[in-house]
Structure formats: structure tokens, C-alpha cells
């Protein structure tokens, strides 16, 4: 898990100076952020939208003590956390209900005049969207706080009342996962590929 | 997926699947949402937010006030367990009540004035489980030794079922979605252990309820509490003068907890059962 694209991507964090929650002002200045760290993850506005909405619900019904509150430093890398981990339950859930929601991989493939380089990323995201959501919930979680929010192992342990160790030993037990899922979809893929070229 | 015995084999192949991921990861960083959908988003989430704050404006002074006695409650065991918080040989009994009880049933009344705005009654057994009873408005039973946690709100006839524990998920790949929930019911133990607590006998003795009084002052959590119990050590009443301000009038809020110990409590206090006609909400 020491791959240097582990620590390149993350969002940019604030730096803002502690101060007492201010649910509609957090919701005014992060509120974009919040959005786009959930629709990073679902690829849906629609459930980007729930997400970031349900992100700021629940500190309006559920404070964050002003101590607490006083000792997070980056308000947005916060949030976005939050948004993470809520869409990363969203996206689990979506898989569950998979039988009855369209084929998205298929959707991609439905769409039309994209340039290949753009279909293959869309595709490749798509997968890698299908493989996190196929993992146990706390391997999604710390996986996708550290390559979508760049969090550091200490921040990830904070943030899920774990070690940093069991983060560690999480972060490689999903990517290794990760590898296995991945692989057997090229090669199923190739092997569909090749296939069709025999057929023509 | 298939094992290969040959090292370089196997590592090439995992070195080419993190490439996969790498790009993988950076095709989703690059993907960009509409900004005109961002914006849209943006315009309501606030509308939904000054939606749902109007809507609590009616209930957050109930609700605040019934949080503080129900913390409160919860509050003391941990002020008079804690180390050195004592006063001579009465307070170590009071621990002893509160450490030992098979129940423990109190009533809290909140009077802001002379006007009573809360009245709840509480059910703790020797398992922890425990009922809040707020009136004919809501009834919170929390159920350590299932792991549930019942909410009903018998005005809107509504009930939340939730898991206790909010990190139970293992690395199983098991489906169990039972710490979809980040906010812990139970985070008030964190502020709880924050609290450190000092107890002053105090000289006066009341009578209370028959009883020959002895009061022990404490502050925690900010609060001004009055402990009295007997002189075995029994308490009997608490009393919380809770700094509530309007604006910057100071309002004379007051919650007094009279305790009963040991009684006999039917099961069914302590049941997760749903009323019939009441719409359920599982939250898992």
C-alpha cells in the first residue's frame, strides 16, 4: 500500500482557523465540496445530492461538541470525510439493489460519441467504482478516504475509532482485494473480447 | 483468479493491477460534475437546511432540556465512580447504590420557574438496559444486551429502530449493515468521561420522603447538582440548576431526580416491541 498514487490525489483542504460549528455557514462554504467528494464517488447527482444534503441534516441534528468542533482544524476535509463514508454506505447499498437498478457498465457503453481515451476512463472508473463497492464497508471507507480525501493513516484511524495499524492492515486487504477484482474483470473482459473477434 | 507459483510472474501481474487501480483512481479524481447541477445542489441543500431548522425551532427547547436531565441522570453515576470524588464514608455508600442497584427507577422534573416544562420517568436494570419516558411524547429504550436502541415519538406515531453499536462491521465481507450509523447513541459517554467531579457534604439536613437527608454539592459538566441521600448512603434526590439563558436573561431552570431502588419492573418496561399503528423506521 506504499504506491505513491495512495498520497498524490486528495481534494484541496482548507486551512481555517477552529471555531464554533455554524451549520448553515458550513453548509455555504463547503457545501460544493461536500458534493463533489459524494458524486467522486457515486458518479450520480442526483445521489451526490442526497449525500451532501444528508452530510449537513446530520449536524444540524446531531452537533459536533464545541471542544470537538474547536480541535478540527479543516472544516472541509472534515465534511468531505463525512460525504465519503455516507456515499461509500450509499454505493454498498446501490450494489445490493443491483438486480433492479440498469446495468451502469451497459449505461457507459449506451453512451454516445465520446472519444475512446474518455470511454475508457468512464469504463475504468466504473469498475473501480463496482470493486470498491464489492468490498467490506471499512475497506471501502479507509481506501476511499485515502485516495479520494488524501487522508493520512492517523487522520483515517481518527475519524473510524481505529488504530492506525488496523488501518494499515485494512488499506492492504482492500487493495489486495482490489487487484484480485480487477483482474478477473480484464481478463473476462478480454476473454469476451476475444470472443467476438472469433465470431466476426 | 489464478495463482501462479512464479514470483516475477506474480509480481508483474500485481505491479500491472496496481497501474489498473492507479488509473482507475485517477479517471474518478478527473471526473468533473456539471456546475450548474453543482450550483442547483448548493441552492437546496440551504433551502433544505432553513426548512429543517424552522421545523426544530418549535421542539429544541424541549428536546435541549430533556437532553440535559437525561444526561444529567447519566451524568452522576460517573461523578460519584470517579476516583477521589469522594467525602467520607456516606459517599462511598452512594457509589456503592449506584454500582449495585438490580433497578433503579427515577423521576425528573424540570421547572423553569414555577412552571413544570418536562416531566420523565426512567427505568434502569441491572443489565443497563434503560426507558425514558417523556410524557405522552416520546419513550427511548436502549437495550445494551441486544444492541437495540427503540425511539417512538407517540405524537407523530413514528419509531426508529437503531443498531447500539456503530463499529461492529468486520472485515468479513460480511453485508451486515449495522454500523451504517456514524453518530454512536452512546456518545454521551464521551463527554461524560470528560467530567471530573468534586462533592461537598453539605451541613444542612432535609427531610425527603421520610427520610432524614444528608446533601452532597457537586459541579460537573457546568452544572450545579445537589446530591441527598440517606444516611446508609441511599440517594434519594437530585437536584440540577441548569444554566439556561435567553438571549442574556438568565432562566431559572431546575430539574429535580427523586431515586427508587430495587424495585420490582415488569419485562415489558423493557421491551422493543412497537405499538400497533405506529410506522416503523429501520434504521440499520
Known sequence: ?200 | MTTNSNPKINNSSAEAADRDIENSVQAIMSVRADASTIDAAQRKLLLRLDKAQTARRDTRPFWALATAAVLAILILPMVIWMPGSGNGVAFAQVQNFFSTFSTMRAQLTTTMGEQVILDMDVFVDGSDRARIDAEDQFTLIVDPTRDEFLQLNHMLRQAWSTPLDGDSDSDSGSMSESDAIDDDPLAWLDEIRQFEGEADRLDERRLIRDHQATGFALEAGGQSMTLWSTDEGQPLRLVIETPVHEGERPLDVQTRIDFYFDEVMDEAIFALTVPEGYQVNNIH
Open chain 1, 1 to 200: 500500500m506504499q504506491s505513491s498514487f495512495l498520497t498524490e490525489h486528495s481534494p484541496p483542504h482548507f486551512k481555517e482557523g477552529a471555531r464554533a460549528m455554524d451549520v448553515n455557514k458550513l453548509a455555504r462554504d463547503h457545501g460544493r465540496v461536500v458534493f463533489l467528494a459524494a458524486f467522486r464517488i457515486l458518479n450520480d447527482h442526483a445521489r451526490a445530492e442526497d449525500v451532501q444534503q444528508s452530510v449537513f441534516l446530520r449536524l444540524l441534528e446531531r452537533p459536533i461538541p464545541n471542544h470537538r468542533w474547536a480541535s478540527i482544524e479543516e472544516p472541509a476535509a472534515y465534511l468531505s470525510v463525512m460525504a465519503t463514508r455516507l456515499a461509500i454506505d450509499e454505493l454498498r447499498r446501490r450494489r445490493r439493489w443491483r438486480f433492479f437498478t440498469p446495468d451502469e457498465e451497459a449505461g457507459l457503453a449506451g453512451e454516445v460519441e465520446q472519444p475512446p481515451a474518455v470511454r475508457e476512463q468512464a469504463v475504468a472508473a466504473q469498475r473501480l467504482r463496482q470493486a470498491i463497492a464489492r468490498l467490506p464497508r471499512r475497506q471501502a471507507q479507509c481506501f476511499a478516504l485515502r485516495v479520494f480525501e488524501g487522508s493520512e493513516l492517523a487522520e483515517i484511524a481518527d475519524h473510524l475509532s481505529i488504530s492506525a495499524n488496523t488501518v494499515s492492515v485494512t488499506l492492504n486487504r482492500a487493495m489486495q482485494s482490489l487487484r484480485k477484482t480487477l483482474c478477473a474483470d480484464a481478463l473476462s473482459s478480454a476473454a469476451a473480447a476475444e470472443r467476438t473477434s472469433g465470431k466476426e
